[in-house]
């Protein structure tokens, strides 16, 4: 389902925008069927950050700081936002297969509403081995 395609051409950024909208027009529910080309609505709107939360097929979920390119078009390259406090000093940059990519989230909000607690976003499980890996 997921292609480089996708995520380089429009795809990630429609539903970006789409999440965006949603999140607005919440917050904006009165004002909804007069249009939202109020000034205050666009503001908030324009106002609005976004996460990106990819959950592979083995189980793990990463959030996506932003896409690399390293020159590759077959598998998705992109920095993940690091949720161990000892990583958080560098950059951790992933490849991984387009294939391996189950679902892809986007959480809009306004810095004002933002959670105070950070959403655990587990990335990376304390040992590759499991019950059901080798």
Sequence with gaps: ??????????GLQR???EAKRR??????????K???GTAEYQRYMAALETRVI?????????????????????ALAFECVPVDENYKVGAIVLVVPFDDIARVEVFAVHP?????????I????????????E
């Excluded at 389902?1 to 429009?10: C, E, L, R």
Aim: net charge negative.
């Design 15 to 17: 539903l970006a925008e």
């Design 112 to 120: 004002d509403q933002k959670p105070t607690e950070n959403l655990r």
């Design 54 to 74: 990819l959950y592979m097929k083995d189980g793990l979920t990463y959030e996506m700081r932003e896409m690399a390119d390293v020159g590759m078009s077959s």
């Design 23 to 32: 999140c607005a027009d919440r917050r904006f529910e009165d004002k909804k």
């Design 34 to 36: 007069a249009g939202n």
């Design 1 to 10: 389902m997921f292609n480089y395609d996708w995520f380089h051409h429009g």
């Design 122 to 133: 587990p990335g990376f499980r304390p040992s590759a081995a499991g019950p059901d890996r």
